[in-house]
Structures are given as C-alpha cells and as structure tokens.
C-alpha cells in the first residue's frame, strides 16, 4: 500500500526516527569517524570491535554492540570535548545527511500546529543537538552513561529500538491524551511502534521490508 511522500499533517503528535528516516544513513559510525579524525590517536581503540562485532553475530543485540564502539573511540573525552565534537560534526555533516523529503515533512507538521518527536536509538550526546536543529519539541534517545565530566560510554538506558520505541509511544499517548499521533520508520525493527500509532508510514524500505509492512497494513513511501 503505497502512500503519499508526505501524508496530511494535523493529527497532534508526528514521530520520526532519524537513522535512515530522517537521514540517508546510520549517523552513529560517521560520528565516530569523525571523532577519529579529530583525534587520531583514538584509532588504536578499534582493536575491540571484532570481539563485538563476533557477540553481535552471535545475539543480535546492537546495545552492547553500539556501547563497545563508544568506549573504544570516545571513553574519556570530557562533555566539552563532544560538545565541541557534536557542533562541529553538524556544522559539516546535518544538511548532507538529511533527506529532502523527510525535511518537508518536519516543517509540514510543524506548520500544522503538532508535536513534533524526534525517536531515536542513537544516542543522547548528539541527538538532542539534531533534534534542536531541526526544530523538534521533544527527543527520546539512548542514554550513555558519564562518570562526572568524563563520558564512559555504556548505554545508561535501554537502547530505544524495537519494544523499546513501541513503549515511548505508549507513554506520548498518556502525555498528549486525545491527540492522534502519526509516526515516521524505515525498518523491521520500526514496526512495534508504527503498528500502534494511528498514522503510521514505512520511508525507503528494503523490498523485503516494504513487503512485510503491507502485510502489516503499514503504508510505504520513497523519500529522497
């Protein structure tokens, strides 16, 4: 079920995931690039990533996954350091990244009066930044956890995919109640949320997964 690039806005609260949503791609891994260009010395980190990526191919969990990446190329910096890093990466990377479309939908929303939701599983110290940007009220993201002033790098929350992003929506219903809410994904992983908003829409999909949501009822659409 194919629908429009931007459905009619006005139902209150309009969610939008931002990897491959809202961007053309993961956003996470050229952050830390680009912190590994900043400081090059940060490389030598990697050295724990096949071990990661050997457990992520055993259980299929992308939070301890996406936790090893941050501690081998950010553990230690100081919330100034990737203050300094998130304005600079956005400065250079925000306006590439994102998709025309995705950006038409945003400010259609916004200029129909709803609550805009930027829902993300990337993470809260350059998420909200975006969020900012691009003129969301709220941001809902994986937490990371800091030791005083010094980012350690865990994830201090549950990692915002899957179940996890189903219940935010549940708690923005009881936050907004009697307002509709329209919800915006690009992948399987998005369809626990996008089943339970009232207007739900699967973005540049791969075919398998554009397949499985017309058998779930969740129109589909290209963004470029």
């Known amino acids: 079920m194919t629908a429009p690039?931007?459905?009619?806005?006005?139902?209150?609260?309009?969610?939008f995931d931002l990897d491959g949503t809202i961007t053309v791609h993961d956003t996470l891994v050229p952050y830390l690039w680009h912190v590994i260009r900043r400081y090059p010395a940060?490389?030598?980190g990697l050295w724990r990533i096949p071990g990661a990526l050997a457990r992520f191919a055993w259980d299929r969990d992308r939070g301890p996954l996406k936790a090893t990446l941050i501690r081998a190329v950010m553990g230690g910096l100081?919330?100034?350091?990737?203050q300094t890093l998130t304005r600079d990466f956005l400065d250079t990377q925000l306006a590439r990244l994102c998709r025309r479309t995705a950006l038409a939908a945003i400010e259609a929303h916004r200029a129909a009066g709803d609550h805009l939701v930027l829902l993300s599983a990337s993470t809260d110290f350059y998420v909200p930044e975006i969020g900012r940007r691009l003129g969301f009220d709220d941001t809902l993201c994986t937490a990371v956890r800091w030791d005083g002033d010094r980012l350690v790098g865990d994830l201090a929350s549950a990692n915002h995919r899957g179940a996890v992003k189903a219940g935010c929506i549940e708690a923005l219903r009881r936050e907004h109640p009697g307002l509709q809410l329209a919800a915006y994904g690009n992948s399987s992983s998005d369809f626990d949320h996008l089943r339970i908003v009232d207007a739900p829409l699967l973005v540049n999909g791969s075919s398998r997964t554009r397949r499985a949501a017309s058998r779930l009822g969740i129109p589909v659409a290209d963004w470029v």
């Open 5 to 15: 690039a931007i459905p009619q806005p006005g139902l209150g609260v309009a969610v």
């Open 42 to 44: 940060r490389a030598l």
């Open 78 to 82: 100081t919330r100034a350091d990737v």
